[in-house]
């Protein structure tokens, strides 16, 4: 099933995303630079920053700036997230939710399609990094109905999900469609019952399978995750969401990564501070 881990084509897919086609100046960040702050000092800095933004105290304990007038006015919030560059590492989602929220948990989404190359390169990545994710982290799959057989790649992911068999059939479905080459993908067109007698192997019925991916209860399900990628503006995958509010940008898979892990860190501890706000 992990046959693509070998292969040297991936290394140049993870450089290049799917999706949808966009002006490539709307994407050009002005003059960059390479970020040189390592994983820790990132994550230190976002949780200082947060527990600074959300305890009322934090403001005594630093002198006041004598040439500044006094005021009664509260400082305002600081800008942006300490160690990352806005519109560089990531892009705020004005109004963003999380797709599927929870009381104590910090949401990480990855908008993905089977279909997808970059998202078949990425998969091995993405799969040890969420497996060491914090307790209070929620990891959560959205598939992208980018049209074409990428919607048909949503509608068996959903109905795979309410079958119960979403997670075994995973990765190998990007092995059947980019190694295997039993589904067709981007090469082609799955039909319905294409699909469901792949998913047959883990245990299902294949015709219950292909009515199931045109039931009510999946085109919702389709319907959910279509309008979360269009209130976050996603048109390329793989892309990596947190929680609602943050889309990650990045040169490379391993700065994504990097980037998501400060961003969650920020998340985290504005929430563990925002008690302490409230607090008398």
């Known amino acids: 099933m992990k046959r693509y881990l070998a292969l040297p084509l991936i290394a140049a897919l993870l450089l290049s995303a799917c999706g949808e086609k966009k002006d490539p100046a ?30 009322p105290n934090a403001a005594a304990a630093t002198p006041a700036d004598p040439a500044a007038p006094p005021t009664d006015a509260p400082p305002p919030p600081a800008e942006g997230i300490p160690g990352l560059v806005k519109g560089v590492d990531y ?3 004005q109004n ?3 797709f599927e929220p929870l ?7 990855e908008v993905f ?11 091995p990545m993405v799969v040890s990094w969420k497996n060491k994710l914090p307790a209070d982290v929620r990891f959560t799959y959205v598939p992208a109905a980018f049209g074409g057989n990428w919607d048909q790649f949503v509608r068996s992911y959903y109905t795979a999900q309410t079958m119960g068999i979403a ?8 092995d059947a469609i980019h190694f295997r080459k039993t589904l067709k993908g981007e090469r082609g067109e799955d039909s319905d019952e294409d699909i469901a007698k792949f998913y047959s192997q883990f245990g299902v019925d294949a015709k219950q399978f292909a009515s199931s991916m045109r039931s009510f209860a999946v085109t919702a399900k389709y319907n959910k995750a279509k309008q979360f990628i269009i ?25 994504v990564l990097r980037i998501a892990d400060a961003l969650i860190a920020y998340e985290r501890a504005q929430a563990s501070a925002a008690p302490l706000a409230k607090a008398p």
């Open 26 to 55: 709307a994407d050009a960040p002005a003059a960059q630079t390479e970020s040189t702050t390592n994983d820790a000092e990132l994550m230190a800095a976002a949780e200082a920053a947060a527990k600074a933004q959300n305890d």
């Open 96 to 98: 963003g939710k999380p």
């Open 167 to 174: 997670e075994k059939a995973h990765e190998a479905t990007y």
């Open 113 to 123: 399609n089977f279909v997808c190359p970059a998202c078949a390169g990425f998969q």
């Open 103 to 109: 009381a104590g948990k910090v949401e990480v989404v």
């Open 91 to 93: 892009d705020l989602i």
């Open 231 to 255: 209130d976050g503006r996603v048109n390329s995958t793989p892309s990596i969401v947190i929680n609602g509010k943050y889309r990650v940008k990045g040169r490379t898979s391993e700065d």
